[in-house]
């Protein structure tokens, strides 16, 4: 199940308060083979919207801020999102 919240975001170059939609995102460890052929531990975050994935070395709140910050940069739909971690 999605969750689709209004957030304010701020323009930065216009000084402008903008509208962004909060969508939920499925956070999973999974294990990511690395630059040298080693598998490490790691996190995927999964848009509930559109289903794109990203995934990041690390399993810890930076790692996961960085796949929800990857989503936003790439959304598939070019839509200015605000990606939260999914409540259980």
Do not use: P
């Not at 903008?18 to 499925?26: G, L, N, S, W």
């Amino acid at each position: 199940m999605s969750t689709l919240r209004c957030n304010l975001g701020v323009d930065m170059k216009n000084n402008l308060q903008i509208k962004r939609d909060e969508v939920a995102c499925q956070i999973t460890k999974i294990r990511i083979r690395n630059a040298n052929g080693f598998f490490t531990d790691g996190v995927q975050a999964v848009c509930s919207k559109c289903g794109q994935m990203s995934d990041s070395y690390g399993t810890g709140e930076k790692s996961i801020k960085r796949c929800l910050a990857v989503l936003h940069d790439t959304c598939l739909n070019n839509e200015d999102n605000f990606y939260i971690v999914e409540k259980e």
